[in-house]
Every structure is written in C-alpha cells, then in structure tokens.
C-alpha cells in the first residue's frame, strides 16, 4: 500500500516537472523582472520582444562594449601601456579593479581582456588614458561613436559605466552598439571569453581571471549557463542594479538579448541571467530563420529587345542567399515577391551586371537582394544599322537645312 501511494506521488511530481519544463519553452508572453529589455536579431533588426526599450537608464559596466572597441579600432593590440596614477585612483572604493599599479606594463591585448572578462575598471581607464590623454577626451570619441551610429538617447561621461547621473543609455542603442561591436572579430572573441591569463608582468605574477559573464560558465555552480550564448557584458552598480548584454547563435539563427535594472529571483537567482535564458528561449521556440531564396537562384526571367537572337533571353538571378525571421505560425506560409526591373534595360549588359531588384515584406520588415544578370547581352547588329541609319539621315537632314538657310538669305 506505501509503495502504491509512493509510485502515485511520483508519477504527481514527475508530471509537475515536466509540465514546467514544457510551460517554459512554449512561453508566448515572457515575464521578466528587468526594467527594461529587448531581443533583436541583429541582420535584420527584427525585434521579437521589447520592454521599455527606448527608456534611458544607467548601463553600468555594459559601457565596456563601447570602450573595448574604441580601443581596437584606435590601437594595435600588442602596443605596450603604462599603467598612470589617474587611471587608479579615480576608481571609487567598491568597484571591481584588477588591482593595476602605477608603471605597471601591459599591452592593449591584456587590458582588454581585464576590462571585458573580470570588468576591471582601472583596465578601462587605463585604455582611455592611452587612447585619448584623458577620461573626459575619451568620452568625446564614444559619443561620437553614438552619434555615428544614429543614437540619440545614449550618453557616456567615462569607459567603464561607473556612475555619473549623465552616463545613460537605453535597451535598445546598448543592442545597436553591440550589433557594430559584433561585426570586429577581434571584439567577437574578446566578448565569449570565459577566463584569461595575464603573463607576469614588472609589478605582478601570472594572474588569472574568470569573466562576469555566468551565461558561458559550463561548470557553474549557479547554473546560468546557457550553451547558445557566444558573447556578453555584464553590469552592476547600486542605481543601475543587474544589467547584461549577450548574444546567442542557434542554428546561425543570432540573437543581442539587453536587461537592464534587473533584479533577484526566489532562491537569490539573478534576474540578469535568468531573464536573459527566458529572452533567447522564447526567440528560439517562437521565430525561426528560413532561407527564402538561394543565392545564384533564377528569380525572373526578361527579354532585351534590341540584343542578339541568342543573348536576347536574359535570367535574373539573386545575388545573395535571402533569409528572414518568421514566426513558427507562419513558416509554411508562401511569401510573394517584389520584383523591381530597372526602367528601359537595354544591350549591351555585362554579366553580373546589376538591373533589378527582389523584396519579400515580411511582419514590417523588408528582405531584399540585388538582381544580376546571368550572361552578358550584346547588342544586335540589326539595331546597330537602325541606329546608324537614323544618325546618317538625321545629319543629312541637319545639312539640308542649314543649307536652305543660306539659299533662302541669299
């Protein structure tokens, strides 16, 4: 009788669980606790969910991202830097540090991973220094950065997110930055680092840090691994409170998740990394990324009316590989394409000439591809002649007139 009800019990558990588990990946509407918050397929800027992602908050050490890739694209990475004073001593008590001294040697390399990996403060001002002579010149350079990329509701006053009432950003401009940051592979491996080592150095031992960012960490106690995730910043000070940007590839299908001003969970579970892991979950069971059309793939054919009988019949063909996000709802769904020729095309055409092109409009977003052609197309030695004829009698109308003119002063 005890092992029946014992069986009963944990069929009623086992169920419960797996009821979880299901309930979790089949989410429609995710809940999370961040403030704010958004999940952007970045080759399309699709957004497959948004919180508040325009309302400006403090990022925290999340401004790394910035900072790191002014460093990359302002500096050769085995370039040699003296640790200065400033970049010490203006890191306020209760910041991370990796304990630089001053005259301490590093490359750019070394102080890039200290700043990306561990979120090293004095690392960042350290960078800054080199790059611009000062933190205030430097926060010049990133908010140009911004002001390049389009941003308008982003503001940096240093390089490591300490806080100042003036530093601030938003959800999405943080996703923006860190979509062009992505493009550098040198950053791209830089942001999926899980430790570094940094040789000795004239003031240190070998040294060896383990990153901030607990998504990539396998053997975690904690649990937030999350095996799609290929780079990441976290943050945190008290008023920005838990912040984290990531970014997920699944199947080539990439994500940029942001969170800012997140908190904790039951069981003291970080909101940054638990609302992270529900963000791409949800991107992952309710969109897909589908291939629309191949690369090379005839999407129309034209005929040139005044090209040779054997070139006239010209095959349009797609430049590159058109893919777009659908959601699982619609991925039988048959798309209709926008075919755009150009206007009066006419021989001769040189193959892998552009003359068109395909646009498929998708849930608002648009998906295109230039049109080539497939061979060349010459013209036809009997439009030739027309031509030349119409010239000849348009010069001999040309003289007949002038010479009327002058018989009729005559």
């Known amino acids: 009788m ?24 089949a989410i429609q509407n995710p809940k999370i606790i961040a403030e704010a918050a958004i999940l952007i397929n970045p080759s399309t800027d699709k957004i497959l969910y948004s919180k508040n992602e325009t309302q400006i908050l403090y990022p925290a050490s999340t401004t790394k991202i910035l900072c790191a890739i002014l460093a990359i694209e302002n500096c050769n990475l085995d370039d040699i830097v003296t640790i200065p004073y400033e970049a010490i001593s203006i890191v306020p008590s209760g910041y ?3 304990d630089l001294q001053v005259g301490e040697k590093l490359t750019v390399k070394q102080l890039l991973e200290l700043a990306m990996v561990p979120s090293a403060n004095d690392a960042a001002n350290a960078l800054a220094f080199h790059i611009s002579g000062s933190l205030e010149a430097f926060s010049d350079l990133m908010n140009k950065k911004v002001n390049d990329l389009g941003l308008t509701n982003t503001h940096f006053t240093n390089p490591s997110g300490i806080h100042n ?3 601030y950003s938003t959800a999405y401009d943080l996703a923006m930055i860190m979509k062009y940051c992505m493009k550098n592979s040198t950053f791209k491996n830089l942001a999926g680092m899980k430790y570094c080592t940094i040789p000795a150095t004239n003031k240190y031992e070998e040294r060896v840090f383990t990153t ?5 960490l396998k053997n975690n106690s904690s649990n937030y691994f999350y095996e799609f995730t ?9 008023k920005a409170k838990n912040c984290l940007i990531s970014v997920s590839n699944k199947d080539n299908f990439e994500l940029i998740c942001v969170v800012l001003s997140s908190g904790m969970y039951p069981n003291n579970l970080s909101g940054r990394f638990v609302d992270s892991k529900i963000l791409f979950e949800y991107g992952y069971n309710n969109y897909t990324l589908i291939k629309l059309r191949d690369k090379n793939a005839i999407a129309t054919q034209v005929e040139i009316k005044n090209a040779t009988k054997e070139t006239k019949d010209l095959n349009l063909l797609i430049s590159n590989d058109i893919t777009a996000i659908i959601s699982h709802n619609y991925q039988n769904s048959e798309f209709e394409a926008d075919i755009q020729i150009d206007e009066n095309l006419l021989a001769p055409i040189s193959q892998g000439q552009v003359v068109g ?12 591809s230039d049109l080539i052609s497939e061979h060349s197309v010459e013209i036809s030695n009997f439009y030739v002649l027309i031509v030349q004829a119409f010239i000849v009698i348009l010069i001999l109308f040309i003289l007949y007139k002038l010479l009327f003119s002058t018989e009729k002063k005559k």
Do not use: C, M, P, W
């Open 2 to 25: 005890r092992f029946k009800k014992f069986v009963i019990l944990l069929i009623i558990f086992l169920s419960f669980i797996l009821n979880i588990s299901v309930s979790y990946s």
């Open 96 to 98: 991370t540090i990796a």
């Open 165 to 167: 009432d003036n530093h």
């Open 212 to 216: 901030t960012n607990e998504l990539l």
């Open 230 to 238: 290929i780079a990441g910043k976290t943050g945190y000070t008290t």
């Open 357 to 368: 092109k395909i646009t498929y409009d998708i849930d608002g977003i648009k998906y295109t």
